[in-house]
């Protein structure tokens, strides 16, 4: 099964100040089809999941941009360039290339410090 | 406006079994693969099963921790999605989530396994 591991597991940002999430897989998320299925979501406290980004870079219709992710291979980075209260929530990377299982990282919890 | 809303959640002895359902509307249900994640109480996300859609076999597949106690089926005409939960383990206590292709999700039903 593919591994991911996110970092830190806790990250406290001042309000306006930007934030890095990294995921890294225990292997390249690179697809036979040359695509790389890794996605991230927020989960806001109480809230179901929620979709922002889809193979590594695609922002999801309705998600800010100051949200954005990059990587490739097995190193991913999700960025949010100035963050925002409504920003406090768990992050989570996952990938759907080397399926099944589908594999989540442990998560990232943005606080505001 | 898609939506998705899960239901069946309840308390349950161990050893005992549990239906949930997902009801989706807004798009063409029988188009969408669906998928079942479950988040333990102040845990991270998990992954439990996938259904094809039925141009593709309609055929599941599921985590390795709840393969052969867990069934995942659809009836496209009602629009639902059903996950059959036997066999029901203290650790199978979490929040469900179905979610059509990760893009939406449903608020998600809580089962609790408990004697």
């Known amino acids: 099964d593919v591994m991911l591991t996110q970092s830190p597991l806790s990250l406290p940002v001042t309000l306006g100040q930007p934030a890095s999430f990294s995921c890294r897989s225990s292997?390249?998320?690179?697809?036979?089809?040359?695509?790389?299925?890794l996605t991230w979501f927020q989960q806001r406290p109480g809230q179901s999941p929620r979709r922002l980004i889809y193979?590594?870079?695609s922002r999801d219709s309705g998600v800010p941009d100051r949200f954005s992710g990059s990587g490739s291979g097995s190193d991913f980075t999700l960025k949010i360039s100035r963050v925002e209260a409504e920003d406090v929530a768990v992050y989570y990377c996952m990938q759907g290339t080397h399926w099944p299982p589908i594999t989540f990282g442990q998560g990232t919890r943005l606080e505001i410090k | 406006e898609v939506q998705l809303v899960e239901s069946g959640g309840a308390l349950v002895q161990p050893g005992r079994s549990l239906r949930l359902s997902c009801t989706g509307s807004g798009f063409t249900f029988g188009e969408s693969p669906m998928s079942w994640v479950r988040q333990a109480p102040g845990k991270g996300l998990e992954w439990v099963g996938f259904i094809r859609t039925e141009a593709y076999g309609g055929t599941p597949d599921y985590a390795a921790s709840v393969k052969g106690r867990f069934t995942i089926s659809r009836d496209d005409s009602k629009s639902i999605a059903y996950l059959q939960m036997d066999s029901l383990k203290i650790e199978d206590t979490a929040m469900y989530y179905c979610t059509k292709s990760w893009g939406h999700w449903g608020p998600g039903t809580l089962v609790t396994v408990s004697s």
């Open positions: 292997q390249s998320l690179v697809h036979s089809d040359g695509n790389t299925y």
């Open positions: 193979k590594v870079s």
